[in-house]
């Protein structure tokens, strides 16, 4: 237990550092830039959160990104009526998310496997349709929620004229670097929690329903207040990401509610490996890496790069390689994650866990036992 | 777990995590100070160095991607006249103008692209990484309003100009306008003061009207328009149905207006959307049938030649409006055209010639005011007088930053002589007649806000 406890403070360490330091170490990955660090936390938490339904109880759910949508909302609508204090919006984000997502989950609860599956995602439909189209005056629709010069905000003092005000907290602006402080921050808060979730009685009560949760009804526990708990918890995460989606740059998208956004949060989840701590936010990372970095090369930029070869062999390569950059950066990741699925089908922590057992060859054989149980990491 | 604290007693979890903050907070400090230490009198100042990226942000993919890549093409034609290569396009027609062919203020344009995926979420981060990771000093593009408007809002927090592309909707220039957006392309409200006549000669005094809406701004706005201009024709308007944008399938939307009582459909649809559902309006029947004693029509308000190839025969005959056609006579529509052509093989669109008229506008106005710095650029923008880009006189109006020019309104040809060759135009409207005042009720709310330069 203490070895286990000195591990999980170790782990949270490196987690932290890591983290916070990304703003050196993403340089060299052309990545370490103040919103692509902020979508790194933000989706990193996303994942963590949905990882506590996912890969503690092993139900799926496909609509999750509703949550995330509902956080949004809330929190531009607190800096819209009540101030561009951050703290107001996230709370509210995280409240109105954990209220919706407790109504969801009491009935798509109600079925397992499959069937909960198709529920959650009619019901993120239905909520994205709604912020489509049947709530446009709260929504706003297609065109999306936005701040205008002329919201009440009812707790700040009269902002100069002709300017929209910035998300701040108490003073600090909450966009560019500052912003992605903040969200590491609340990542790091949200990581330390569900470590300790992940080792709570609470948890292992929801490592045993995915296990077999037949066997935990006949030994007397009902388990539908565990789930519902754990969809709720993971639901209010979705909420916390998408408050801090709004306080990096405050407006909301129906499009956040999509069911594409939903799928991806599962890509995110096994991409990194589902039931590990780490693996959900290496999974975001990775999607998101992809998806700002990837599609913004161009044939202008491949040439730069190929630009020492001979004349023909740099065009040919050009062509080949455009096919896989730009609009096709989802080709590029499709390939990575049939890789990963079919070699690696424990994410990328899986991999590296086999490198780790290369090294420490004398403790290969307890670590490969510990590999096939759920809270190996 | 809770044994940690009083076995390793000289630190405890909460002693290590104030550590680590403080120690990433120490770690990354230098940054942050630093990040406006350099040119600290506005964002992405290019200072010394030898070139000036340009953030050309449009959909590659989703139901505008068509004009998205035509854009690109004018915004890489833009870049290239510029720099000097190639034959100068409109910058020999430009009046009046001070590009010299060596970029802009001496200074080569290089030029990053993004995909908008025709969604606000996307297009923001594109923009945002344009902007933080490549150091643009404007952002231009579109095809979507709801995209626009959203990128424009971004500009003005970011502190950069935004010049907007293919964007139609009142609310760009009207409720959404912003001090760091400008807009050249036309309106939904100049579409419906134009057509209004131009259908009341064709069409008679009665009708009644179907609209099918793309449901966002862009729709909502124009939808209004159309209804506030055929009504004042003495049309009725018989009902308006949103549909969503990237519907695909408009079957379901189409059936009801068949036994509507309604004798014209107005589609305030774009792109693919437009394709759609004009193909399978004509495929329903729509068009071979008689309501109230009236032949059943269609109108398309924003036309566009790319959206018009796309439809192939079912265009034919059919109304619409457009901001520039690439048949027009003048001298800078036919420069645009041959260097378009030569570079591509094909005419360029409507969506192409916007983003390039933008795209010299705006290294004009930097040229004008002598620097990259927002402010001084917007306002050597603000009510600025040109000609020669295709348009004739146009004026960007100080109040708005709209630009107020000429509309054309088209047909689908009956015998086109090419693929290329598939509207005519048949009116040129006005300036005087698609002007309105600032605070006309379908522009009001909105608040230009002051400039910003981000520093």
Not at chain 1, 190 to 214: E, H, Y
Not at chain 2, 17 to 27: D, H, Q
Not at chain 2, 279 to 294: M, P, S
Not at chain 2, 402 to 423: A, H, R, Y
Request: with cysteine.
């Amino acid at each position: 237990m203490n070895s286990s406890a000195f591990k999980d403070t170790l782990l949270l360490v490196v987690f932290a550092t890591a983290i916070l330091t990304m703003p050196i170490w993403l340089k060299p990955f052309g990545a370490a830039y103040p919103d692509l660090m902020q979508r790194f936390a933000i989706y990193g938490l996303f994942a963590i959160g949905f990882n506590i339904l996912f890969g503690l109880t092993g139900y799926l759910s496909f609509g999750h990104a509703a949550f995330l949508g509902v956080g949004s909302y809330a929190a531009v609508w607190s800096f819209k009526l009540l101030t561009m204090n951050v703290l107001p919006a996230v709370f509210f984000g995280v409240i109105v998310a954990g209220f919706f997502a407790y109504l969801i989950g009491f009935i798509s609860l109600r079925r397992s496997g499959i069937y909960f599956s198709i529920l959650t995602l009619a019901f993120a439909q239905m909520c994205y349709n709604l912020a489509y189209s049947v709530l446009t005056p709260i929504t706003n629709g297609e065109t999306g929620l936005q701040l205008t010069l002329d919201d009440p905000r009812v707790l700040d003092a009269q902002a100069a004229a002709g300017s929209i005000p910035g998300t701040t907290l108490f003073g600090i602006p909450m966009t560019g670097i500052t912003g992605f402080y903040f969200c590491a921050v609340v990542l790091i808060i949200g990581f330390f929690i569900s470590m300790r979730i992940f080792n709570s009685p609470f948890g292992m009560m929801l490592k045993a329903i995915k296990s077999n949760q037949n066997r935990m009804s006949y030994t007397g526990f009902n388990t539908r207040p565990y789930l519902i708990w754990a969809f709720v918890i993971s639901g209010m995460y979705a909420g916390l990401a998408g408050s801090l989606l709004a306080v990096t740059d405050p407006l909301a998208g129906a499009e956040r509610m999509q069911w594409t956004a939903s799928g991806e949060v599962v890509l995110m989840t096994i991409l990194g490996g589902a039931g590990t701590l780490v693996g959900p936010f290496l999974g975001a990372g990775l999607i998101k890496y992809f998806e700002n970095i990837f599609s913004s090369f161009n044939e202008q930029i491949l040439h730069e790069a190929f630009a020492a070869l001979p004349d023909g062999l740099e065009n040919a390569l050009v062509g080949l390689t455009s096919l896989f950059v730009g609009e096709g950066w989802h080709l590029t990741l499709g390939l990575l994650f049939m890789v990963i699925v079919i070699f690696l089908p424990g994410g990328i922590m899986e991999g590296v866990r086999r490198i780790g057992s290369l090294f420490t060859r004398s403790g290969s054989k307890a670590k490969s036992e510990s590999s096939t149980a759920p809270e190996a990491r | 777990m809770s044994k940690l604290t009083k076995k390793g007693s000289q630190w405890s979890r909460r002693d290590v995590l104030k550590a680590t903050a403080a120690t990433g907070a120490i770690a990354g400090a230098p940054m942050f100070f630093t990040r406006h230490a350099y040119g600290a009198d506005y964002l992405n100042n290019p200072g010394d160095a030898g070139s000036v990226k340009l953030g050309f942000n449009v959909p590659q993919s989703g139901a505008y991607a068509d004009e998205g890549a035509d854009e690109l093409r004018a915004f890489k034609l833009a870049v290239k006249h510029l720099n000097g290569e190639g034959d100068g396009g409109m910058m020999t027609t430009m009046q009046p103008s001070e590009l010299k062919g060596n970029g802009i203020l001496g200074k080569k344009v290089e030029f990053v692209t993004g995909d908008t995926q025709t969604k606000s979420d996307a297009a923001r981060a594109s923009a945002k990484r344009m902007i933080e990771k490549d150091g643009v000093i404007m952002v231009s593009g579109g095809s979507s309003s709801g995209v626009a408007i959203a990128v424009q809002g971004l500009c003005q927090e970011a502190g950069i100009i935004f010049m907007a592309g293919l964007t139609h909707s009142n609310d760009t220039t009207g409720k959404d306008k912003r001090a760091n957006g400008f807009r050249h392309f036309f309106n939904g409200y100049m579409s419906g003061a134009a057509l209004g006549p131009v259908l009341e000669k064709a069409y008679g005094k009665e009708r009644n009207a179907y609209h099918l809406t793309a449901d966002y701004t862009w729709g909502w706005t124009q939808e209004e328009s159309l209804i506030a201009s055929t009504e004042n024709i003495g049309w009725q308007t018989q009902t308006t149905v949103k549909t969503p944008v990237g519907a695909g399938d408009f079957s379901q939307y189409i059936t009801p207006v068949l036994n509507s009582g309604a004798d014209t459909l107005i589609l305030n649809h774009y792109g693919k959307d437009m394709i759609n559902s004009l193909t399978q309006a004509v495929q329903f029947g729509l068009r071979d049938k008689q309501v109230n004693g009236n032949d059943f029509v269609i109108v398309v308000p924003l036309y566009s030649r790319l959206m018009a190839q796309g439809a192939g025969e079912n265009v034919k005959g059919i109304f619409g409006s457009t901001n520039w056609h690439w048949s027009l006579t003048d001298a800078g529509s036919q420069a645009f055209v041959k260097s378009f052509g030569q570079e591509y093989g094909f005419p360029p669109s409507q969506a192409a010639h916007t983003c390039y008229v933008q795209t010299l506008l705006y290294a004009d106005a930097c040229e004008r005011a002598g620097t990259f710095e927002p402010c001084q650029v917007g306002a050597a923008l603000e009510g600025h007088k040109f000609d020669g880009l295709g348009n004739g006189p146009t004026e960007y109006r100080a109040e708005d930053h709209q630009c107020f020019k000429d509309v054309l309104v088209v047909k689908g040809k009956e015998n086109p002589t090419s693929q290329f060759d598939i509207l005519e135009v048949v009116e040129v409207t006005p300036r005087a007649q698609v002007e309105y005042a600032p605070d006309h009720p379908m522009f009001a709310g909105g608040n230009l806000g002051e400039c910003n330069n981000g520093a």
